[in-house]
């Protein structure tokens, strides 16, 4: 296994550890549809953090987006990690 993937993994694993504790429900796969939180490997870029709404309710739920996303960021850099905001603001980005 290439160790860089391995250690991607791995940096997921504990990324996904750390918001679980901190209560928050992960998504098994990397975007739903319907909403919620979802963490993935990116190998171009690092651990992909997003919150996002059911499809269609973006404007609706702008500011609580907002609100979880600055939870998220305090979380993950209170663990002792690197983040970084991507696609706008739309996602966080872990690299260590």
């Known amino acids: 296994m290439d160790t860089a993937l391995s250690a991607g993994q791995d940096l997921e694993q504990r990324v996904r550890r750390e918001l679980t504790d901190a209560g928050f429900t992960v ?3 990397p975007a ?3 909403g ?3 963490v993935w490997h990116d ?6 953090v997003a919150w996002d ?3 269609g309710q973006l ?3 702008g500011t609580v987006r907002a609100a979880v996303r600055l939870a998220l960021r305090a979380v993950l850099i209170a663990a002792g990690h690197q983040v970084e905001e991507d696609r706008n603001g739309l996602e ?3 690299t260590s």
């Open 27 to 29: 998504d098994a796969s």
């Open 32 to 34: 739903s549809a319907d």
């Open 36 to 38: 919620g939180l979802s």
């Open 43 to 48: 190998p171009a870029r690092g651990v992909v």
């Open 53 to 55: 709404v059911a499809a």
């Open 59 to 61: 404007i609706r739920y």
């Open 92 to 94: 966080l980005v872990v």
